[in-house]
């Protein structure tokens, strides 16, 4: 019996002790008429060789193209030692550290999680993770509604330039507590929001106010003005934020000077592998003076007996096993082991190492849009500076051009024309750290020719003048 | 005591190797939005951070070091198969946007298990997408919602929660719109009936029922309860939590449920990691298909294709910006897939089979249970109500104890309604010879109570640190170290 | 600075400290002349992602073909565990456990590895691994001698029949010391070591025996005749076995009645990866007795000050550090980290699942044997039974099949014409537990399609007869 | 106390998922070469072996947990970025006898690695296949002797070893037929020259040294030794397990040496494993090319190609079955590749630096150096024996006292020739912090030494067993478990 321990002779002896004849009396509590009849469906067992050839062949069989794709998970290097200690026993088969004196590996780790994520993000406390970036965000706009005293509507700014996953996402977990998301355009020039689309809610009555940084098209808004904005309408600001470009631009906790009062995003860029989009981790932090209606797990030092030392979970007053029905969150299991391996991470690379990173992303894309750029029809669509991604223009159809692609195993950017259609044919580029130069020189070649076949459009690979 | 990663930082240490040798220079990004100072992250050598991690680690109880009979929890061994083939290269590079024909292999995976887990819960159709147990209560409520909407069937404010729920059955409640309302338990563990027929109405929307409830019982009354919801118009919602102790000899489905969520994390041993990531796929009835939340996956002929808002214009949407935890659910697949057919059903018989024989041996060494005219589930719960009445040692200090003989402790003061309570659930994976020296050490605790209580209200007395003061930690809140406060 | 931590604060502080003005003073007392110039060879300093790119990169460039290949390593599915467990640091990165109360996770370990060992052979004592098989052999043989006290000759018969590395190996570790290998030939039908082979030397002073199970050629040699005319003949003993196979054949320990003197082999079977060759691990074992004249490490069980259990590094008055030129041997560090893999991996398997490994192999190889016996022109070489491996003569040559065969990523079998000339066109192949039913389809109908080819011999994939 | 894997065997129990699910039979194999009664190896279940292995990892000190200044061993960071190259699937599938149409890229390393070594030492060419360094000394004396062999200088049956050489020099030299002469150290820690003069002579093969030598000074008489022994027609011998001391700083070539072994689990910090794999790639002049061992890679424009005995038909041949610990290799090479030329002489000169500061904070804490003239190279020697003559408490008091404190202990009483002595050496991979620390620790024990002599004659105190009792261990010998020895 695959794990499962019990020899026969154990087995009978159980029964014996428990006084009955055999396993299935202890199920008679069960009505006779419920039990299951046999499950057809269900494949016969298959040995871990079997299982793993199976798998194996399925991981095999999708390849492993050259990655252009962004849109919230980026394809970063991750250090050989964060998996390999990540997935040591102790921290991979824990369960969440409620008995504080058996878990101080994980509880430790956890407080210096929330040390780094403050720091990064200029913030005063941290949590111990959320889901993932959208829903991390979603549990914020909860948050800054309940700590918004002064806010008497449940009306939310977000900007159209935000990532649209998360934008659906916030708007299906707040619906039915009766918040109103209200969108508010981008510039079609810049990519960004302009601070004049907050205008017509100059002293209206708003909860809170998002600011992406960078925004879904990698674009930069002008989080200062935006901050700016919401302390002025007494409106919550919440940042979302990817934590890697954070180590080159100004964080959270700076903006407009004083800072916002929440932000949260999407953990994945500090160690977490692409992997089909999870498991990744949403990170939140806010000011001090509202920790107690943060969602989430949350880490605090303390001393034991002898007066060491130690850590533990607390304020779980805020939770659901406590609070129940009045809990900040229904949140229980996070995503423990992401924050492990991010943690992990963010102490091999340091800032130094964080910075390096987001300066060689912004590097490799800033070179393929140049290169991009050189081909007749291709062009940026924003004029404002990004961080690591850019919305290229294109004289063909981006489904059509993004399909060609993949078949020479270029997975060459985003179509966002579901999300987007005003902007027309283009789509959103990312080159991250691991690109090398042959993959961009690939890329740009063989774009191209895609240009051309589907385009009639003569193939361009010398810069358009000069 | 270990310092802080960020104790042992050292200005302009680097782990060198781990970042571009090269720092490009970015000139097209204003100064405005530059940030001024570097964030004060550790500055420590790669062997320092393998150092200090691996050894933090060892500060770990854990599945892979100690027995964990945590109620609930269901803390089973992880198969470290499982963990090498969700960490195929192949699969990890994976970009949650590559299109369908860069996917199929991953998507087969997605398919496969969906199909498992209708045929293990007796429901129509599966979305894996949520992230963990308390986010497949959110949809799943969210879809009891929407169904009554749509019916415009608007007068329905209320779930249902029997006071032996999860906390996160009343949150997740409440996160979709619903106020709650609790029924009690009757004496014998199951749902006072009669309480629930004098509350069940038309504001019912639904109930959050577990069954096997978190008391460690089967509720045998559970035909009754989804007849008197359903002729009242609510849906029955299942926290499958449980799941384990039922898994192939009684579905969900076939009691009545119209809506399920998974712990796959807990039923199909994927690791729980120190606080998840965990997986909570849902499972709905013909009538709540429609409402599943985004993406799923479907089959036509040979290929693989994605069901998202497009195909699924009625559905609850998507609950965070990708599928889900994919790399749980590759975990649980290939669990599922080495158990197989004949596996399923004895994951519960002989997860049963080591509650039973605890709780017998338990009671037999004088212990007090909850419910002891019941047979227990994959669960059961003691109660040492005597024992701090009597001896003012509590539950609390008997569960710091059993970190002194090696053995993580049960679920303490859960489920609230049993007093100084123990939930304790062995799983499937652990042999005879724990469970008896686990129940050994309960004895010997037992003694200690008798002939040295201050023993074990001191404890635990061999672990890194002593007893930790967590009214100190709420009070005086410190949630992130600070180089200012530290000397 | 990779992999150094110093800080030039540091730096200064330490130089400080010696009295020093710079790094270079340190180096003073080395010749002037003798100093380094440049290393022009050696290429710039990569990051861990640029070395693993390349390192994929030529990984990746090998393929994953479907291996047929035995010939002394073999291609067996290792569980997951085994690998999980053994690199975690405290096994990876420990040393030779020298201060044992700080290295009793090694020791113990160890001390089980010894026990599971001796319970496989059926032998008295094992040692904690050697660097390989053959070398291993070459041990054996050494150690042979000197525990031979009967005999004053230094000849060893060693069987044709024995893997031709381990031949070349221990002839060209032994040559120095004086010591003779006579070859034994091999019955051309059988493929084994007839008895009346050893005629010859009955009653002459003969050292040692080499007795192989199975042989190079997969077959089962007569160990019962050949360990009894050693007994006879006052020679030593020295099995040279496959461990797996040993689950399912008669054990070392068991041949003749009273067992061999000493046994060996390449414990590669056990948990280590194919690896191109390495690092695998000669195991030893060996009678009570002669104990002290075994090379390597052992751990013996002993107790504490408190009277506890612990284990430690025993008999090490017969090591080099301590006997240094009057040492049983010169080695010193051994294959520990192989050892380690290989006691998860026997803890995993157990008896059993050996037994069904070793049966499912044998099952593997014996279709594909009949498969490969329908083709015209093919049909095993030797007759006598066999373990998991056989040699299969060919109608064409058996370096241009095998070629042809790789250029469809099927790699069937060893060309064995260059050790044993006499043996015609023949492969040796091995199908292991992990070769599917597929695979051995495609390289039945893959052969035929390339003898068809090269020899004009119509394509048969039908039985010959019947 | 842990238990024995085989204690917790329960017959009939297995790890069902690890072999094939159905039992092939075997009809073809006659019962007498069959075994009759299965192997008693332990019956235990997947979670009981990862829960029993986890477990007795942690009783483990290693680097990556433990400062290990182990003399003579080059405790270094394994970086974990050379075992992921290495364990690439590719790289684990390949079959050692897999054609050189599917090993061009394995081939590739190994070759780029032959090349860097040949560079880093000076020497004409590189062959990687010795298993460790013991079997690269005996390559090395076994070329030597072919060598002489061939030109028929038959007469020279002796090897000259410096007292302070580690066992394994003397050990391969009579492996390999020689008879040797141990060479006494001066008062200076050099090799004393004029009792070389004194017994180099016809008789002479060769030399075996390394420099630096375990004492832990550099020879500055290397040159005039070398002249000498090469004078007397011998040849020399570069032992190089110390080879992390002058990594790209001075090359045993331009010393004179005529062949050499490397120790790459010392110097190219591949793990040691708790005992091995290693690798001993050795190097040679001009002279020796011929005899290398087999097999190497060549390069042939863009093709590689094994050499092996038919190319290299005076080769002293192949020393194991295949190609040497190739996984080794692997990790030496992604090691090197991360270094970069930089990198290498970085390596002499911080762990040069860290012995160096270590050496004169000892002797400031009142420690007697061995050489307190000379400078340490990447380790050096202090001797305890006033502690020893005075207090009655000696080396291995010492170095089990520092395991409490956290600290492997250094290497004792090693070399032979310095009595009562400890071995220290740091590594260029360990921090300031830590060896202050263990500097600190050291001051302890000498206070404790004075204030509480028994406190360290008892240590260990604190670890999972207290001292163990080795002549016990080698009198009342138990090499392995013994069903029936147990009750
Ligand atoms: C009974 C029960 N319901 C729901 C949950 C919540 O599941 P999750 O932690 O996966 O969100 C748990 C988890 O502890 C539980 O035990
Ligand atoms: C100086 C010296 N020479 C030789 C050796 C032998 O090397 P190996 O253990 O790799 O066989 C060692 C290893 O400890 C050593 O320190």
Chains 1, 3 share one sequence.
Request: proline letters at 6%; charged letters at 20%.
């Amino acid at each position: 019996m695959p794990f499962i321990p019990h020899t026969d002779q154990e087995v009978r002896e159980m029964l014996e002790a428990i006084g009955v004849d055999g396993i299935e009396d202890l199920f008679e509590e069960i009505p006779a008429d419920l039990r299951c009849v046999e499950l057809k469906s269900i494949p016969p067992a298959m040995s871990e060789l079997e299982a793993s050839q199976l798998m194996a062949g399925r991981a095999r069989q999708d390849g492993q193209p050259a990655c252009f794709l962004g849109g919230g998970a980026y394809d970063h290097h991750i250090p050989a030692a964060v998996w390999q200690i990540t997935t040591r026993g102790e921290f991979y088969s824990a369960y969440t550290p409620y008995q504080a004196e058996a878990s101080q590996g994980t509880l430790q780790l956890l407080y210096e999680f929330q040390s780094m994520m403050t720091a990064l993000m200029g913030m005063d406390v941290s949590n111990a993770s959320l889901y993932d970036g959208a829903s991390a965000l979603a549990e914020a706009l909860l948050m800054a509604v309940r700590a918004n005293r002064k806010s008497k509507s449940r009306r939310i700014l977000v900007p159209r330039s935000l990532h649209p996953s998360y934008r659906k996402v916030a708007g299906n977990i707040l619906k039915n507590q009766g918040i109103e998301l209200v969108e508010l355009p981008f510039d079609p020039e810049g990519g960004h929001t302009d601070i004049g689309a907050l205008e017509p809610y100059d002293g209206e009555d708003i909860a809170a106010l998002v600011i992406p940084q960078p925004n879904y098209f990698g674009v930069l808004e002008d989080v200062d003005a935006l901050t700016g904005w919401g302390r002025r309408n007494k409106a919550m600001t919440v940042a979302v934020v990817n934590p890697l470009a954070m180590s080159i631009l100004s964080p959270p906790g700076e903006w407009g000077g004083e800072g916002v009062d929440i932000c949260c995003g999407e953990g994945q860029p500090l160690g977490a592998p692409l992997s089909s989009g999870g498991p990744y981790f949403g990170f939140l932090c806010c000011r001090q003076g509202i920790v107690r209606q943060m969602p989430g797990r949350i880490i605090g030092r303390t001393l034991d007996q002898d007066g060491n030392r130690g850590f533990t979970l607390t304020l779980q007053a805020r939770e659901q096993h406590i609070r129940r029905s009045k809990a900040t969150s229904n949140i229980c299991t996070n995503q423990g082991l992401m924050v492990t391996a991010a943690t992990i991470h963010m102490a091999l690379l340091g800032a130094e190492g964080l910075e390096r990173t987001a300066a060689a992303c912004h590097a490799n894309t800033s070179d393929l849009v140049a290169r991009l750029s050189s081909l007749t029809g291709v062009s940026p669509r924003f004029s404002r500076p990004v961080f690591h991604e850019r919305l290229m223009s294109l004289p063909v159809a981006a489904d059509d051009v993004l399909r060609a692609l993949a078949a020479h195993n270029i997975l060459g950017g985003l179509d966002i024309s579901g999300d987007y259609p005003e902007l027309g044919r283009a789509i959103l580029i990312c080159a991250t750290e691991k690109r090398t130069v042959g993959e961009i020189e690939s890329f740009v070649e063989k774009l191209a020719r895609v240009i051309e076949l589907q385009g009639g459009v003569p193939c361009q690979l010398q810069p358009k003048e000069s | 005591m270990m310092l802080l990663i960020q104790e042992q930082s050292k200005q302009g240490r680097r782990a060198v190797a781990q970042a571009p040798l090269q720092k490009a220079e970015i000139t097209d990004i204003p100064e405005q939005f530059r940030r001024r100072r570097s964030a004060n992250l550790p500055e420590v050598s790669e062997m320092q951070v393998v150092r200090h991690y691996t050894r933090l680690s060892q500060r770990n109880f854990s599945i892979d070091t100690q027995f964990y009979p945590l109620g609930s929890c269901t803390m089973k061994y992880n198969p470290r198969g499982a963990n090498e083939m969700a960490m195929l290269a192949g699969f990890l590079a994976r970009h949650p946007e590559a299109p369908e024909s860069h996917s199929q292999g991953f998507m087969a995976c997605l398919h496969d298990l969906q199909e498992m887990l209708k045929e293990l819960t007796g429901m129509q159709a599966v979305s894996l997408s949520p992230a963990a147990g308390a986010q497949g209560e959110f949809a799943g409520v969210a879809m009891i919602r929407a169904y009554h909407d749509e019916r415009g069937d608007t007068g329905r404010n209320e779930i249902l929660v029997p006071d032996a729920a999860h906390g996160t059955n009343p949150a997740s409640a409440v996160m979709c719109g619903y106020k709650t309302r609790e029924i009690p338990t009757g004496a014998d563990g199951d749902v006072d009936v009669e309480a629930l027929k004098a509350v069940v109405g038309p504001q019912t929307a639904g109930i959050m029922l577990t069954n096997p409830s978190t008391l460690g019982v089967f509720d045998r009354g559970i035909l009754e309860i989804a007849r008197l919801v359903h002729d009242a118009g609510g849906l029955l919602y299942y926290d499958g939590a449980n799941l384990n102790a039922i898994l192939g000899k009684v579905r969900p489905g076939d009691m009545g449920f119209d809506v399920i969520h998974m712990n796959l994390h807990k039923t199909f041993s994927t690791p729980h990691g120190g606080g998840g990531p965990g997986s909570g796929p849902v499972g709905v009835s013909e009538r709540l298909v429609p409402y599943l939340p985004v993406p799923m996956v479907t089959r036509d002929g040979d290929e693989y294709h994605w069901l998202t808002e497009t195909e699924c214009p009625r559905s609850i949407g998507r609950l965070s910006a990708f599928a889900g935890n994919a790399g749980v659910l590759l975990r649980a697949y290939a669990y599922a897939r080495m158990l197989g057919r004949e596996g399923m059903s004895r994951v519960a018989e002989y997860s049963t089979l080591n509650a039973n024989y605890m709780f017998k041996m338990l009671q037999e060494a004088g212990f007090e249970a909850a419910f002891p005219e019941r047979r227990a589930t994959h669960e059961f719960i003691i109660t040492l109500r005597k024992q701090a009445k009597e001896r003012g040692v509590n539950t609390m200090d008997f569960a710091k104890r059993l970190l002194d003989y090696g053995f993580h402790a049960p679920t303490t003061y859960f489920p609230l309604l049993v007093p100084e309570c123990l939930l304790i659930e062995p799983t499937e994976t652990e042999d005879k010879g724990t469970l008896d020296a686990f129940i050994q050490a309960m004895r010997t605790i037992q003694d200690e109570v008798n002939t040295d209580g201050e023993l074990v209200k001191g404890a635990p007395h061999t672990l890194p640190v002593k007893r930790l003061d967590d009214v100190r930690a709420a009070r005086e809140l410190d949630l992130a170290w600070n180089v200012s406060a530290e000397d």
